[in-house]
């Protein structure tokens, strides 16, 4: 079993539409969690971060952690064709580095 | 907005030759790290460096890789000899001191092609 899976994609959701990503992870020590953004041929960029269960909003996105389920998700709402990316997550445990999941393709279609 | 720095940002080398990559962190971050990503893939980390000294080097490939960070800012890695299966993009991160609550922040790659 891999440490952390995402569904690879592509998932494709209109412009306007709510776009939900999905995470989950095999270490129940995971301490924090981290959602990175990355276009075609560029470097992660963070768009948050979260700690805690329950969910954590920061403008059209909110991440969402579930400790006991081990899964941590992200919403987009108002999807945009810029969001149009590959979406990382990425999760550590104190003491230990980054693992992160392979991604999923996000495309917004105008 | 301080960023981490990478050169060069693309690099063509054929096999068996010898390869470097050079990465300045952000200013006060004692916390850098080599990530290796393959198309299609998340990052996998190379190595990471708490100031001078090597913290994690367990997936470093020794007998091609070597990095080193000798005054604890910038950091270099070589691949010698390079292979076909290291076409990839090699990121730099850095972050504060490396504790979990931490964010990483990163540069902007050196995609790598092995001919």
């Known amino acids: 079993q891999k440490e952390v899976e995402q569904n690879s994609g592509p998932l494709s959701v209109p412009e306007g539409a709510i776009a939900s990503l999905n995470c989950t992870y095999s270490?129940?020590?995971?301490?924090?969690f981290f959602w990175y953004r990355q276009y075609s041929g560029k470097s992660p960029e963070l768009i948050m971060f979260?700690?805690?269960?329950g969910d954590k909003e920061d403008g059209r996105f909110t991440a969402q952690l579930n400790k006991a389920s081990q899964y941590v998700s992200l919403l987009i709402r108002d999807s945009q064709p810029s969001d149009s990316a590959t979406y990382l997550c990425?999760?550590?445990?104190?003491?230990?580095?980054?693992?992160f999941g392979p991604g999923t393709r996000l495309s917004v279609l105008p | 907005e301080a960023e981490v720095a990478q050169s060069p940002r693309y690099k063509i080398t054929e096999k068996s030759q010898a390869v470097a990559f050079w990465c300045d962190p952000i200013?006060?971050?004692?916390?850098l790290y080599w990530y290796r990503q393959i198309l299609g893939q998340g990052p996998e980390l190379l190595v990471q460096?708490?100031?001078?000294?090597?913290?994690?080097d367990s997936q470093l490939p020794k007998d091609r890789f070597s990095a080193e960070r000798l005054k604890g800012v910038d950091s270099t890695l070589k691949i010698q000899p390079a292979e076909l299966g290291d076409s990839a993009m090699y990121l730099c991160?850095?972050?504060?001191?490396?504790?979990?609550?931490?964010?990483?922040?990163f540069g902007p790659g050196t995609r790598l092609l092995v001919l």
């Open positions: 991160a850095s972050s504060l001191s490396g504790t979990s609550q931490e964010t990483q922040y």
């Open positions: 270490d129940r020590g995971s301490q924090s």
């Open positions: 979260i700690y805690s269960n």
């Open positions: 990425a999760v550590m445990r104190y003491g230990q580095n980054f693992v």
């Open positions: 200013s006060g971050h004692a916390t």
């Open positions: 460096f708490q100031d001078e000294s090597v913290v994690d």
